[in-house]
């Protein structure tokens, strides 16, 4: 089986620390204890987090030994775009459904304006 | 604490199965029967992953008891596109440096055969 690109890039984005972590990244490349001043959680928990990241390709991370900045990897966030915009006409649809009924609503009142 | 729904979106795309019920049901309202047909897996298995879209908002089912249809909901799907689409000028840069780079191949491949 081949491994599930999609599914780990979606679990490891369904964490709030996780997504602030690449938020974070998203204004330059950071390291650990950078990365764990916002939150009120330990170091290990952070680097635990840091793992799922790298683990599914959102994250890269330096090799020298003492400073391991960690940089975005925006390439598996293209991929599950690219899954979702496959439904954009769904919700494209609801709102031009509600376009219309906001349009009804707005004609029907200034019908009954006149009538008054 | 509000609930995480972002959070709960991403979990419930985390799963091939959830996905392939996702894209069943952008052709069609569908019965959990007819939704389990196409997966080697029991019809429990297949009311468990509903419960997981119900949950996250991503299906709604019909109220008749016995004809409870599954329905799309596409709503959370574009808070996930709009939360991702932050992200954008991430992987669009990455193309635009493989594009720039490819380009310098090709100019570099006419000098090179210009001179011989």
Redesign the interface.
Known sequence: MTP?R??????A????TR?AI??RL?AGEASVTELAEPFAISLPAVSKHLKVLEHAGLIRRGREAQWRPCQ?E??P??Q??D??????R??E??FDRLDEYLATLQKKGKRDGRKH
Chains 1, 2 share one sequence.
Not at 13 to 16: G, N, S
Request: charged share 20%.
């Open positions: 599930d999609l599914s780990s890039t979606f679990a984005l369904a964490d709030p997504r690449l938020a998203s975005l925006a390439g966030l293209k599950a775009t899954w979702l915009e496959h439904y954009r769904f919700w649809a609801s």
